[in-house]
């Protein structure tokens, strides 16, 4: 008697909303095969996904672009969708700093990467520490000999 085969196991693909922020935030071409069919699904059931999809697509191309006169353009579009009026409400408070942020060549990014670096150090030490030794061991990632 012959054993019926069973088909190979799927693994169930589950998404964060994390995961979705990321994968939607780019551009259809830089999406994973694996993940492709998924999102065009999505996109193609619910417009206002679409409409995120597009609006962050555009802002991103505006701030590599350095179009800081469409800026306004875009916050009238994307305040229209509930879920980005907050972000532009934000904007809106200080909406001089976000312009010169799109005109501006200078970059905080590597300041914001040493803060971060200096908060993951500071989470590590929790409750195990004082500055002192926190200080220690900022500095000493550059140290080819001991202190003295």
Partial sequence: MHEPTLPPAQKELRYSSRQLSRLLGQP????PETDRPF??????CNESITQVHRLS????????????????GWCADA?????L???VRGMRQDFAAVE?????EWSNGQTEGQV???KTIKRQMYGKANFDLLRLRVLARHWTVPPK
């Fill in 28 to 31: 259809e071409v830089d999406w």
């Fill in 39 to 44: 999102l065009e699904y999505l996109l193609n």
């Fill in 57 to 72: 697509l555009h802002f991103r191309l505006l701030m590599q672009t350095k179009q800081a006169n469409e800026l306004a």
């Fill in 79 to 83: 305040e229209k969708l509930p879920i």
């Fill in 85 to 87: 009026s907050g972000f």
């Fill in 100 to 104: 010169e942020a799109f005109r501006s």
């Fill in 116 to 118: 971060n670096r200096l």
